[in-house]
Nanobody
Framework: LQLVESGGGLVQPGGSLRLSCVSSGSTLGDYGIGWFRQAPGKEREAVSCISSSGGSTNYADSVKGRFTISRDNAKNTMYLQMNNLTPPEAPGYYC???????????????????WGQGTQVTVSS
């Protein structure tokens, strides 16, 4: 499975962006999916996930109510809608996937074998 993110860019505080992640090489519907983010010199943060069954969705407390994860299995694509972006949001966003993966409340305990190369989000006026 290969993952390629897009949709990053510069946005003003309070603005919105939608990240996309297109998969190839396998059927995304068989995978639990998610998004992580990372700031330079800091630990990676799990942002959100959806289980392979679609029955479980979770968010980090830091983005709850502002970010929405979704998937379109027919298009082999996952999305992260980010609203009310406020500095200092971590700039590096990565989509992830795990075959038959779950989505626990503590997202970071779920291993993800497949990672995209990342897309950059800058929140600045």
């Amino acid at each position: 499975l290969q993952l390629v993110e897009s949709g990053g860019g510069l946005v003003q505080p309070g603005g919105s962006l939608r990240l996309s992640c297109v998969s190839s090489g396998s059927t995304l519907g068989d995978y639990g999916i998610g998004w992580f983010r990372q700031a330079p010199g800091k630990e990676r943060e799990a942002v959100s996930c959806i289980s392979s069954s679609g029955g479980s969705t979770n968010y980090a407390d830091s983005v709850k109510g502002r970010f929405t994860i979704s998937r379109d299995n027919a298009k082999n694509t996952m999305y992260l809608q980010m609203n009310n972006l406020t500095p200092p949001e971590a700039p590096g966003y990565y989509c992830v996937a795990e075959y038959l993966g779950g989505c626990p409340r503590s997202i970071s305990v779920q291993p993800f074998d497949y990672w995209g190369q990342g897309t950059q989000v800058t929140v600045s006026s």
